[in-house]
């Protein structure tokens, strides 16, 4: 299928991911606007920066759209690579964010390069797997080399420290492989000794190993690292059913500390009560099924792996973060795509789905109508050879 035989991109996943970032806008607002007059003097400061990603993050959706999938095969690797080089110059010079080096600035301008190796690890584990095809059952020349991508992106990560991320980034890897039909004695093995590794670096901090404890304690005391998680899950039982309306949220005012970053679900929660939580996640819900019933459609591997790992990246963070602000899972520093305040997450998840929009235009999900001369039929493309990928 050629450029200018496209069909129509999935319009509902289109539309999930507008209103997502649409209500993002008020939902930050009230979240932030208590402390921003307060440090800033003016409520609007965080609003207008959200508001200025919320714009980049749609510019990036629309790029992402643009442009043929299958050219990115050729850029996973180098792009991979320079998110390596960018992760290790974080360690070195990044900016310290509570004991954290997880940002690199240039002037104005801060990029969080955990995120942009995220998902290129994920688009170069796609290539990968769509090129070796049976070869990835072979545990040296199909298995070993991914899981080296995947140790060296993750290691980095949780040096930063960053376990939350670092542990999506194995989790979704792993996923990926799984589709790809890895062996489950390669993944066991892998499994076998991932585990102790992440059990030993989650236990060497003692802020860690007493957010663990926190949680399985369940204490309310505002004297532990519990805090954040107890005044969030407040809001919830503030908001009920039908919650307090916009901008009415008592939490914000202090008592939820960055209640418009990670804990933004609670704002949520608070004001627009159990309908608005239902309809957010019922948002993620929506590009879950159109996600996997675009990979189902796509009309070759790498689209199809590619969609897999674009949806699972967005509905597992969406469902981590609300199970973490409901007290379900531990507190960690993950964002709900598209809603929480942030500028790395948004613009690259929302080229992300640009990319899902692509792959969606390329299938026959939503035919163009056509018009061909009277007894001329279709002629769908020969597969291209693809070329090898180490």
């Not at 949520?268 to 819900?285: K, N, R």
Request: proline residues 4%; contains cysteine.
């Amino acid at each position: 299928m050629t450029k200018s035989q496209r069909n129509h991109i999935d319009i509902l996943t289109l539309i999930a991911v507008l209103i997502l970032m649409v209500l993002s806008l008020g939902v930050v607002y009230s979240a932030s606007s208590t402390w921003a007059m307060q440090k800033f003097g003016e409520s609007s400061r965080l609003l207008n920066s959200h508001a200025l990603k919320v714009l980049i993050g749609i510019v990036a959706l629309f790029v992402g759209m643009s442009f043929d999938y299958k050219k990115y095969r050729k850029l996973t690797k180098p792009v991979l690579i320079v998110s390596i080089i960018l992760l290790v110059m974080t360690l070195a010079l990044g900016g310290e964010t509570k004991g954290a080096a997880r940002w690199l600035r240039f002037g104005g301008f801060g990029l969080q390069p955990s995120e942009l190796a995220k998902f290129a690890l994920l688009f170069h584990l796609c290539t990968l797997i769509a090129v070796k095809g049976e070869l990835m059952k072979d545990f040296k020349r199909g298995f070993l080399p991914m899981m080296i991508w995947i140790g060296s992106v993750s290691s980095l990560v949780m040096l930063q420290p960053n376990f939350s991320t670092g542990s999506m980034i194995i989790l979704l890897s792993l996923v990926m492989l799984f589709m790809a039909r890895a062996r489950f004695l390669h993944l066991s093995l892998a499994g076998a000794a991932l585990i102790p590794v992440l059990a030993a670096y989650l236990v060497s901090a003692p802020y860690r190993l007493a957010r663990i404890k926190s949680f399985l304690a369940g204490s309310a005391d505002s004297g532990t690292v519990n805090y954040q998680l107890w005044q969030g899950i407040i809001g919830f039982g503030n908001g009920g059913i039908f919650g307090l309306g916009p901008g009415e949220s008592k939490q914000r005012d202090f008592f939820l500390p960055e209640s418009y970053g990670d804990f933004v679900f609670s704002i949520v929660g608070e004001e627009y009560g159990f309908i608005g939580t239902i309809f957010f996640m019922g948002m993620f819900l929506l590009i879950m099924l159109r996600g996997f019933k675009i990979a189902k459609a796509a009309r070759d591997e790498f689209g199809r792996l590619l969609a897999i790992a674009i949806t699972c990246t967005t509905t597992l963070y969406a469902l981590v973060n609300a199970g973490v602000t409901l007290g379900i899972l531990p507190t960690t520093g993950l964002p709900m795509p598209f809603v929480s305040y942030g500028g790395s997450s948004l613009v690259l998840s929302s080229f992300s789905i640009g990319v899902l929009l692509n792959i969606s235009a390329q299938t026959d999900l939503h035919p163009r109508a056509t018009s061909l001369p009277e007894g001329v039929l279709p002629v769908e493309p020969l597969n291209q050879i693809q070329p090898r990928v180490y």
